[in-house]
């Protein structure tokens, strides 16, 4: 059974750009006849704040686009995301990186990455995490080992003097995968993030570690995101690999820009579904542009959610980057 998800971070209101690609999943689970569920992704702490979470969800629901499943907040994951680490540490694919920012800049050689980002240069590979285990043994609390079979005493996972960054060892060679836009994929993560962060030194689980165990924790089998996170892909089907678990179905969808063409930024950034409408543009001519956007109709016009899934079809849906109405702005 198909399930598709939407996962935003509760770190702003969602743009246009965010909208579309939430319903691109919707109508992409629908027109299979599939679930869709919707994620918090409240894993980066301070950033992300629980009331802008709630209004996202009022938002996609006042477009018709409601969770079959109860939202699952990130913030809440705690347990699972260790268990997943101790699994990495017993397969000897973590590693404790001490890199500092500055080391970082300083190390950089490579070009930038599409996404404005330098791999990781391993330069930490090789160094020994004595772990959960160590930690525990020496902590006057610990009473059971690892903090893997141990989820109730996970506490003592974390070094009383501070917090250590964890890498996830890649594979050497190159990933092939199959985008359902964008058609078949070849992309060497080692170029593209380098070892995947998956635990930070201020103490977060990372973004990486916290979605792909979430996608596969909930059975997602298609993810649909925007063009911006395509760069990933191949590391974070790394990172399922090494915790066994299968691989969803992706498509990256082109990104929503400004009239002029630029980043949806500041200026634009009211385009909000609440902004929007305060401006008198009803919820419906806004599904009616996004479905258009889409490939679901030949031209946009007020429409419910429900009214676009006969017409949805991958093969339909534009590559390219789509720009805002100049009227809305
Ligand atoms: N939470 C991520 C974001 O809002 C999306 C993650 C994903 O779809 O894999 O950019």
């Not at 509760?10 to 919707?26: C, D, E, F, I, M």
Request: hydrophobic share 40%; glycine share 12%; proline share 7%.
């Amino acid at each position: 059974m198909t399930l598709g998800r939407f996962a935003p971070s509760p770190t702003g209101v969602l743009h246009l750009g965010n909208l579309r690609t939430a319903l691109a999943s919707w109508l992409s689970a629908r027109r299979a006849g599939g679930r869709w569920i919707v994620r918090m992704e409240d894993v980066d702490g301070p950033r992300c704040r629980r009331d802008l979470g709630e209004d996202q969800l009022r938002d996609l629901a006042a477009l018709g686009l409601e969770s079959d499943a109860t939202v699952l907040w990130q913030s809440d994951r705690s347990a699972a995301y260790r268990e997943a680490l101790a699994a990495l540490h017993r397969a000897s694919r973590l590693y404790p990186c001490r890199c500092t920012r500055k080391d970082l800049q300083l190390l950089a050689s490579a070009p930038h990455t599409e996404d404005g980002l330098r791999p990781y240069p391993g330069r930490c590979r090789g160094r020994v995490w004595e772990g959960f285990e160590a930690v525990s043994a020496g902590s006057s609390r610990a009473s059971g080992g690892g903090l893997g079979g141990h989820p109730e005493q996970s506490e003592q996972a974390v070094p009383p003097d501070g917090f250590v960054a964890l890498r996830l060892c890649l594979p050497d060679g190159a990933v092939a995968w199959e985008d359902r836009l964008l058609g078949p994929q070849v992309d060497d993560p080692a170029t593209l993030t380098g070892d995947p962060l998956l635990f930070r030194r201020d103490g977060c689980f990372a973004y990486h570690l916290a979605v792909v165990t979430d996608d596969g924790a909930q059975g997602v089998t298609e993810v649909v995101r925007g063009a911006d996170l395509r760069s990933v892909t191949a590391t974070q089907i790394r990172l399922q690999e090494a915790l066994g678990l299968p691989r969803p179905s992706y498509a990256h969808l082109g990104m929503v820009a400004a009239p002029d063409g630029s980043r949806l930024g500041k200026r634009a950034g009211a385009l909000g579904l609440a902004a929007l409408v305060s401006r008198g543009i009803p919820s419906e001519e806004i599904i009616g542009w996004l479905g258009w956007s889409l490939g679901c109709l030949g031209r946009p016009e007020p429409c419910a959610a429900a009214d676009l899934i006969q017409g949805f079809d991958w093969t339909q849906v534009p590559t390219e980057e789509v720009r805002v109405p100049a009227v809305w702005t």
